[in-house]
């Protein structure tokens, strides 16, 4: 199978392969062990037999660390039973021998077909993630599919200590076609994709500090920013939250009425829109004024 060299066409495989030291990574519970969803056959719904998550323990630059690659194109890299468990116990794993955790999301949330099971699986990791911060031990969510991370995956990619994203990458809780169903075509227009990607696209992720990097569709990029975070953490206390939270509430205030996002790249220090939005992610980063 070949590999493309952009990061957001590549299988959650491939990134994986592409990213860490070669012949480093070990996959824990393969497609040889079986391990499937018990309800999708249930509803004649072909399984997958990695249940659509890719874990495993691997070297980047000689630093060992958790992986989580997640399978978009497997109903949609959304989250079961067993998705869920993969994901919460290699979190846990990186919990107890305090080694960083790196999860690549390519989902929409939870997989409907299983219901409350997906919900309970997100707050597991959820948990997981907490566990981690508690200890100090890096964790990082890398968003660099069309997919996005959206639903429960969103939340949990904001859980963790830091985000990475490409401008492939998509963040937030409601899908856009979520968003235009209970906000009406002519407020949200989801197959406009230029309104989708600056909406909810890792550029403007970035500006508004839910991103921490912003990567080019590489590999080597991602790579290289994924290096920069591994020694790092951000303490959760109520102090850092209490922050977050008044800076949510101003963000609110300045573009809770905004329906137009080149006018949020505007106020955040973007005077060339047309321009930025075809900047590399370095050319970006340097337009960015951010605080």
């Not at 497609?31 to 070297?59: E, N, T």
């Not at 000689?62 to 468990?85: C, D, I, K, R, S």
């Not at 116990?89 to 077909?113: Q, T, Y």
């Not at 997919?147 to 409601?174: K, N, Q, V």
Request: aromatic letters at 6%; charged letters at 20%; a positive charge.
């Amino acid at each position: 199978m070949s590999c493309s060299n952009l990061f957001h066409e590549q299988t959650a495989r491939q990134r994986i392969a592409s990213l860490v030291d070669p012949g480093s990574f070990t996959e824990f519970l393969p497609p040889p062990a079986r391990v499937m969803s018990p309800y999708l056959p249930q509803l004649d719904i072909p399984v997958s037999f990695d249940d659509g998550i890719v874990i495993g323990r691997a070297k980047l630059g000689g630093t060992p660390l958790y992986l989580a690659a997640q399978v978009g194109q497997f109903v949609g890299g959304a989250v079961g039973e067993v998705h869920g468990a993969k994901l919460t116990g290699i979190i846990k794993a990186s919990a107890r021998d305090s080694i960083p955790c790196v999860f690549i999301a390519e989902s929409g949330g939870v997989r409907l077909h299983e219901g409350s099971s997906g919900e309970i699986a997100i707050s597991e990791a959820m948990r997981a993630v907490f566990e981690c911060r508690a200890k100090r031990v890096p964790t990082i969510a890398v968003i660099g599919a069309d997919i996005g991370a959206y639903g429960g995956m969103g939340i949990l990619s904001t859980c963790c200590d830091f985000r990475i994203m490409t401008e492939h990458g998509r963040l937030g809780i409601s899908g856009p076609i979520v968003i235009e169903k209970w906000m009406g075509k002519q407020a949200y227009d989801s197959s406009n994709r230029a309104l989708v990607w600056k909406t909810s696209g890792g550029k403007t992720k970035f500006l508004l500090g839910d991103a921490d990097l912003l990567a080019d569709d590489d590999a080597a990029s991602v790579g290289a920013a994924i290096k920069k975070l591994l020694s790092k953490s951000a303490p959760l206390t109520i102090k850092s939250v209490k922050a977050r939270q008044q800076e949510l509430e101003k963000r609110l205030k300045t573009f809770g009425k905004t329906t137009d996002p080149d006018a949020i790249w505007k106020v955040l220090g973007i005077k060339n829109v047309a321009e930025a939005s075809l900047a590399t992610a370095t050319e970006f980063t340097a337009l960015a004024k951010r605080k």
